[in-house]
């Protein structure tokens, strides 16, 4: 029946397998064809490479072989001519010690010198051997019976030694007779007798070892009346034949440097019915380049024909490997490619990054179970690597990691963020504001009330700062609870901020009373000795004045000498108390990080603002800066400033931003010092370093804006785990090196490098922060650091830091060994509870090795610290990309 408009069309088609089959095998067909092809001209070059190499090689060991042969000769005549014997012989055969020429002195006796020199010669086997006199004439030869009066003076060898010029050994020809020769100086209490020249024969037999050593052909070429003949050749006599008029008939350029006494890296010569690759060095000096030329050759066409067998084989297997290709690429065509296909493009994006591919392939047989099993494994990865970007994104917006308030101005009482009692050793501090309890005619009640609840925020701030839980007594007292690594020194700086406050403020000082015991914490509850102890303690205390007792004035004396604590009469009891020193708690602050992002993400009851709560500065959250930046919530504050979350309104971004408080710049010289810090930091570029990005002033108080980064310090990291995992401690050691190397890159020192200023983002990388103290690494004029003057951790410094010397870069690659050895480790090298015993003990004593802190370190890594280390900064790493580059050699 005829087909139809719409019946289906019919026609032949070639099935699907077979189309594939015939795609397939065109594509094996030409992959084989162009790795054979490839491969065999590759392999021509290779074998021509190999050929120019090995008649290097062979050039260089008979150039090895004529040095050695020349050594020898130079010791033996050494020897011959500094033998007392020998020169006392040869003098007295001369007639009392001078030769001919000598006035008034007999002839010598020649026949004399001739036996000696013979018997010399049986001794140290030289070919030939000559006596001559001061002016180059001959005496005697070995190869000669009789004396032939016969001048060498024009010989370039006896010309060089009797003008005393180098050489004194080299080739040398006499007639169509070529040697190695060298001659030596006699002489005799300081009078020259004469020379000696030895020389050793060059013939074939010495060509024969030569080729046997080097492996390639080698023949001595000179020039002889007018034409070119082979002083020795290691080939055979037809093949020598051959060869001299072969080299007659090179190309000019060749023949011309041949003739002229200059060497030919490389040249084609054809004799004996083969193809040869050789090289021509002169025999001579510059000054005699015409004595002749060595000529190494090899055979191109034996040395090829090894590879052209194996390329011949690489054709064949390649034929073969194409015709079992199409064969198998025909099983293979049924459905089985295509899949596998998808899989291995689907596995290369996936390395680049992209798990979006499906397969998507079904059945039950194992190819179905391995596309299923492919999918699920793309998914996982998708999963995960939208999971870390989403987190890594929201890391930066989360809430601060601290307790809502509840705000009570009017009982003033703060509610912990413990629900469960616990007790614990803490350390206590009362302050009493007896201002608030005197009257105040100028004062209305609400204006008082006002003034109670603006001293209440600026606890608050204070305390969240400082990691401390606010409670409050009765009057016009509040106890502040410190518990946790640097309880008191935390406990110190925050009576410092408070004082600091007051002063800004222009309100009277409080006073206050520190002790140390344990304390029992259950909800807003506080009970305790210590808290009698500060009561009592602030009944005897005078306005600005801190009063402590008990273990914590020893620790005081202990830690900051005897002048730490000061006998003081008390002012209610008249009983002897112990008041602590300023400079007690200003060198607490000072020890704590200057930005308190730190501490307040560390402390574990750190406690939020109170809605509303002013700082020391007088900013509220919510309160917009400079018509750009809206304050979020305050991070934390120092004795120099106060550094907030603001939103950028311009860039609709987060920042830190640092306020510097009133006061905390006395002149202008701060202020410019302030600005180089700025100029400092700015320089960095590095995704390892806390960017700085601005600064400026908002109401006439500077101000500097970083970049805002929530994450942990690494302070907070060993506070309970003591040591970091070795895999996670490589990684942050060799982040550290990195950032602190792109610092070093732009001129900046950090000198504060602790696990306090290295911050661990949600995504595991981490960060070098705080570069407050910085300066450049070359000074042209003074800095921040007066001459004698330390700034820095103690724990953490270079001995020449803590002597307030001059530092660099070496300075800061010993803060990297002390963090190195308590991030791996969980100890420090040095320890001391002061200062000058953490110096004495640098200068004094060897460091605590890794090894000792943890047995089970890895020896590279404990060459690395100790390298960190050492005393002398000479002796450390040069530079934090050398500290970088053995940190990346060392694996899990």
């Given amino acids: 029946m005829p087909a139809t408009e719409n019946s289906p069309a019919k026609g032949f088609t070639l099935p699907l397998a077979l189309r594939f089959f015939l795609a397939t095998a065109l594509l094996i067909a030409l992959a084989l064809g162009a790795a054979v092809f490839v491969t065999y001209t590759q392999g021509q070059r290779i ?239 510059s000054a005699d380049g015409k004595l002749g030329s060595v000529l190494v050759l090899a055979s191109a066409d034996r040395f090829v024909s090894g590879y052209r067998a194996i390329l011949n084989w690489v054709a064949l297997a390649g034929l073969a490997s194409m015709i079992a290709a199409l064969l198998l690429s025909l099983l293979l065509s049924r459905g ?41 494994l793309l998914s996982e990865l998708r999963e995960k690597s939208d999971m870390e970007g989403y987190v890594g994104h929201l890391a930066r917006f989360l809430p601060e990691p601290v307790a809502d308030v509840v705000p009570d101005a009017p009982t003033r009482r703060r509610a912990a963020t413990d629900t469960v009692p616990r007790r614990a050793p803490a350390t206590l501090l009362g302050v009493e504001f007896r201002h608030l309890l005197a009257e105040r005619a100028d004062a209305t009640p609400a204006q008082a009330i006002a003034d109670l609840g603006a001293l209440q925020a600026r606890l608050d701030d204070v305390a969240r700062t400082h990691a401390a839980e606010l409670h409050v007594a009765e009057g016009a007292r509040w106890l502040l609870a410190f518990d946790g690594d640097e309880a008191h020194r935390r406990a110190l700086a925050c009576w410092g901020a408070l004082l600091d406050a007051s002063t800004a403020q222009r309100q009277p000082a409080p006073a206050g009373s520190v002790v140390e015991g344990e304390l029992l914490h259950g909800g807003d509850a506080l009970l305790g000795m210590p808290q009698a102890q500060v009561h009592r303690l602030l009944c005897d205390a005078a306005p600005g004045q801190l009063l402590t007792l008990g273990t914590l004035g020893e620790a005081l004396a202990r830690e900051h000498g005897a002048t730490a604590v000061q006998a003081v009469t008390g002012a209610y009891s008249a009983k002897p108390r112990a008041a602590v020193l300023a400079g007690v708690w200003q060198r607490a602050a000072s020890e704590l990080p200057t930005d308190h992002t730190v501490v307040r993400a560390e402390a574990r009851r750190a406690q939020a603002p109170a809605p509303g709560a002013k700082t020391a500065l007088g900013i509220v959250p919510g309160a917009v800066l400079g018509n750009r930046y809206r304050i979020v919530s305050v991070l934390g504050e120092g004795g120099m400033g106060v550094v907030y979350k603001a939103n950028d309104l311009e860039l609709n971004d987060l920042v830190a931003l640092k306020m510097v408080k009133p006061g905390a710049l006395t002149d202008g010289s701060q202020l410019e010092r302030l600005k180089d810090e700025i100029k400092l930091a700015r320089r960095i570029t590095h995704p390892n370093v806390l960017r700085t990005f601005d600064f400026g002033e908002i109401g006439g108080v500077p101000y500097i804006s970083m970049e805002y980064v929530r994450g942990l310090t690494l302070r907070y990291l060993l506070r309970d785990a003591k040591r970091v995992p070795y895999s996670a401690g490589l990684r942050i050691a060799r982040q550290l090196a990195a950032g602190l190397g792109a610092a070093h890159a732009v001129g900046v020192l950090h000198r504060d490098i602790k696990p306090e200023n290295l911050i661990l983002e949600a995504n595991a990388n981490a960060k070098l922060m705080d570069f407050g103290i910085a300066r450049p690494t070359a000074r042209v004029q003074p800095g921040h650091t007066e001459p004698g003057t330390f700034l820095g951790t103690p724990n953490y410094c270079a001995p020449e830091q803590l002597a307030g010397g001059e530092v660099d870069e070496r300075a800061d690659i010993w803060s990297c060994g002390v963090l190195m050895t308590e991030m791996f480790c969980g100890g420090l090298p040095f320890s001391g509870k002061s200062t000058m015993d953490i110096y004495m003990a640098q200068m004094q004593q060897e460091p605590t090795r890794p090894s000792a802190l943890w047995p089970e370190v890895p020896p590279d890594l404990e060459s690395v610290i100790l390298r960190c280390l050492q005393r002398v900064p000479d002796e450390r790493y040069a530079s934090a990309a050398e500290l970088a580059a053995d940190l990346a050699r060392l694996r899990v």
């Fill in 336 to 376: 089985i490619l295509s899949p596998v296909r998808r899989m291995a493009q689907a596995a290369e994006e996936a390395a680049a990054g992209n798990y979006q591919a499906r397969i998507g392939s079904g059945g039950n047989d194992d190819l179905g179970r391995l596309s299923r099993s492919f999918d699920t």
């Fill in 47 to 285: 074998a021509t490479d190999a050929l120019d190499k090995a008649v290097a090689t062979s050039d260089a060991v008979q150039r090895e072989f004529e040095q050695h042969r020349l050594e020898t000769l130079q010791s033996n005549a050494r020897l011959v001519a500094s033998d007392s014997g020998f020169a006392r012989y040869i003098g007295s055969a001369a007639g009392g010690g001078a030769l001919p020429g000598v006035e008034g002195q007999s002839g010598p006796d020649l026949s004399s010198m001739r036996d000696l020199l013979l018997e010399r010669q049986r001794e140290f086997g030289f070919d030939l051997g000559i006596l001559l006199d001061g002016q180059g004439n001959t005496l005697v030869r070995s190869d000669r019976n009789e004396s032939v009066q016969e001048s060498l003076a024009e010989d370039p060898l006896v010309a060089a030694a009797l003008h005393d010029t180098p050489p004194f050994a080299g080739y040398w020809r006499q007639r169509d007779q070529l040697y190695q020769a060298t001659i030596m100086p006699i002489v005799q209490d300081r009078d020259l007798l004469g020379y000696l020249l030895l020389a050793q024969g060059v013939d074939d037999a010495l060509a024969k070892k030569v080729a046997q050593a080097s492996g390639a052909q080698v023949a001595f070429r000179i020039p002889a009346g007018g034409k070119v003949t082979l002083a020795a050749s290691s080939l055979d006599a037809a093949n020598s034949a051959e060869l001299a008029p072969a080299i007659a008939a090179l190309e000019p350029s060749v023949r011309s440097a041949l003739d002229g006494g200059r060497g030919v890296d490389q040249f084609r010569v054809r004799f004996a019915g083969q193809e040869w690759i050789g090289r021509a060095r002169p025999m001579g000096t």
